[in-house]
């Protein structure tokens, strides 16, 4: 089966913090998938809309068909009616797609990674994956569905009747699962289940086949925190997650780095892109590992190290094969990552190393959360 829409929707509240996950997943669906992205929206004109409007997104201004009833809900500390009023925006994707017959709806924290024409075996109702363990099926985690309009369309009005009859039931202690807790319960039992690629978690390991990263729990910005330990503010449940795998919830975040500075590239007309990810040091030796693509000229381009604004010569110069960066940056070779290694006389502060494209006015930034490691 094939699908062609991608639906996302936001309100006016949740655009400051979640404008950073949009623009990368826009940009990464644009990319990597010939899906038509469409924002379900509520709230009044702000300029991000400008933006997705550039990006050829269809905005749809809509209100919940359960508004009143949302409105009518005093918040307490496990749910809160404001977000409500987005959360519950995609009940009603089945009234408002009208040409096809499956649509694929996810929240606004994922990034896509390859082609999502084909989404398996079709669904009664919808199909989504597990929450955090993927062996366990019990409870679906509807940050992703692939929905079957028609059906869905049928069971509408006694399916949203049940979800405003019972908006903060499902808010478990500590978070609210708004519409997702009301889906699991009126479906228990026939939804469908969703392959693990279309709806997959950073802290799960590094998988070649993932069509779908699904930031679920820690977005990018507390996976930078957690990797460089400034975890005071997190909760434990981030913490949790992230120590299940830290290795690749740093490789997930290094794919959406790429998108984010292919976005910041093209709009600022910048040539390079690239980052430092990793200094290991052993005796007098350094060596620097990372990835860069030259937007302008050779998809690899040649270095120069600098310490303290001083060239120094190199031991050795290595191409690495980074697949990921050239499957989230246009343009880059597969062999944009690097391996550069030098010599030192002394005790040198990382702050103090840069390394520049050839041609280049800046030097390569280090990647938040970038390692040091000293085997000396």
Avoid at 247 to 258: D, P, T
Avoid at 340 to 368: G, Q, W
Wanted: proline share 6%; aromatic share 12%.
């Amino acid at each position: 089966m094939n699908i062609r829409k991608w639906y996302f929707a936001i309100n006016e509240t949740g655009i400051p913090g979640y404008k950073r996950l949009i623009q990368a997943a826009v940009l990464s669906c644009k990319q990597n998938t010939s899906l038509q992205p469409v924002c379900l929206y509520y709230g009044h004109d702000v300029p991000f809309l400008l933006w997705l409007e550039s990006q050829n997104v269809k905005i749809i201004r809509h209100q919940s068909s359960i508004l009143d009833a949302i409105n009518s809900t005093p918040s307490t500390s496990q749910w809160n009616n404001v977000t409500a009023t987005g959360a519950y925006l995609r009940i009603d994707i089945p009234l408002i797609e009208q040409e096809d017959e499956f649509v694929l709806y996810t929240d606004c924290d994922v990034i896509f990674l390859k082609e999502i024409m084909d989404f398996g075996e079709a669904p009664e109702y919808f199909s989504g994956a597990p929450e955090d363990d993927p062996e366990n099926w019990e409870f679906a985690n509807t940050g992703v569905m692939i929905i079957n309009i028609k059906n869905m369309r049928k069971v509408h009005a006694d399916f949203s009747a049940f979800a405003a009859q019972n908006l903060t039931r499902f808010a478990p202690k500590g978070h609210g699962t708004y519409d997702q807790g009301a889906l699991n319960a009126y479906f228990s039992g026939k939804w469908s289940r969703l392959t693990l690629d279309l709806n997959w978690k950073p802290y799960w390991g590094i998988s070649p086949t993932t069509r779908i990263v699904h930031f679920h729990g820690p977005k990018p910005s507390h996976i930078e925190d957690l990797i460089t330990d400034n975890t005071r503010h997190l909760p434990n449940v981030y913490k949790g997650l992230f120590a299940k795998n830290p290795a690749s919830m740093a490789y997930y975040l290094g794919r959406f780095h790429a998108i984010e500075q292919s976005r910041s590239a093209n709009a600022n007309g910048i040539r390079y892109l690239g980052y430092i990810d990793a200094i290991k040091t052993s005796n007098n030796e350094v060596t620097l590992s990372g990835w860069a693509v030259d937007l302008k000229g050779s998809p690899s381009p040649s270095f120069q190290v600098k310490i303290a604004g001083e060239e120094v010569d190199t031991i050795s110069v290595l191409r690495k094969d980074r697949p990921d960066v050239s499957r989230s940056v246009a343009g880059a070779a597969i062999d944009s990552g690097y391996e550069i290694t030098f010599r030192i006389s002394e005790e040198i502060l990382p702050e103090k190393i840069h390394v520049l494209p050839y041609n280049a006015d800046e030097p390569l930034s280090f990647a938040k959360g970038f390692s040091l490691k000293r085997n000396n």
